[in-house]
């Protein structure tokens, strides 16, 4: 089992900001692509972001140029900057291990946007 800590999920307003983290072990890091993906209430589980260990990002259209994945590689972390918040984006946020080599999804962080 790949170790997963996920953190910094919360209640925020509409506009409002969060960061999630997501720390793993050193070698699972170094070698694996890392991704964020959300499942709101109702519907299916979607990328909101991949970053490759090259850093070459990908990220869904509906959080383009408000959200910002980043990896911190002195701390084996993966962050989401998540900026200008809507209600849409309420969804329980997973951290995965994105492969080639494991491919492992993390306990989930609630994220609410409600007023």
């Known amino acids: 089992q790949v170790p997963l800590v996920e953190s910094g999920g919360g209640l925020v307003q509409p506009g409002g900001s969060l960061r999630l983290s997501c720390a793993t072990s050193?070698?699972?890091?170094?070698?694996?692509?890392m991704g964020w993906y959300r499942q709101a209430p109702g519907k299916g589980r979607e990328l909101v972001a991949r970053?490759?260990?090259?850093?070459?990002?990908d990220y869904a259209d509906s959080v383009k140029g408000r959200f910002t994945i980043s990896r911190d590689n002195a701390k084996n972390t993966v962050n989401l900057q998540m900026n200008s918040l809507k209600p849409e984006d309420t969804a329980v946020y997973y951290c995965?291990?994105?492969?080639?080599?494991?491919?492992?999804w993390g306990k989930g962080t609630l994220v609410t946007i409600s007023s």
């Open positions: 995965k291990v994105d492969g080639p080599y494991d491919f492992s």
């Open positions: 050193a070698t699972i890091f170094s070698i694996n692509d």
């Open positions: 970053m490759k260990t090259s850093a070459i990002t």
